[in-house]
């Protein structure tokens, strides 16, 4: 049943990732440049608004985001 370990997680995690969280956190360099972060996993994602998550795959709501 279990081939690898992408295919353990159960389909209420999957479901998970593709609800949209809401995108709320920021984090601001040095510099003064601003990255939104992911509301799962945290690191800073390389474009706004982009739909899902590169590392993680989460789907993101980006309607409580603003400046
Ligand atoms: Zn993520």
Redesign the pocket.
Known sequence: MRRNSKESITAETALSYRTPLAVTETFTYKGGYEFAV??????S?EREYQAF??????ALDWRKYGR
Do not use: A, E, F
């Open positions: 992911c509301p799962r996993c945290h690191i994602l998550c590169d590392r993680c795959g989460q």
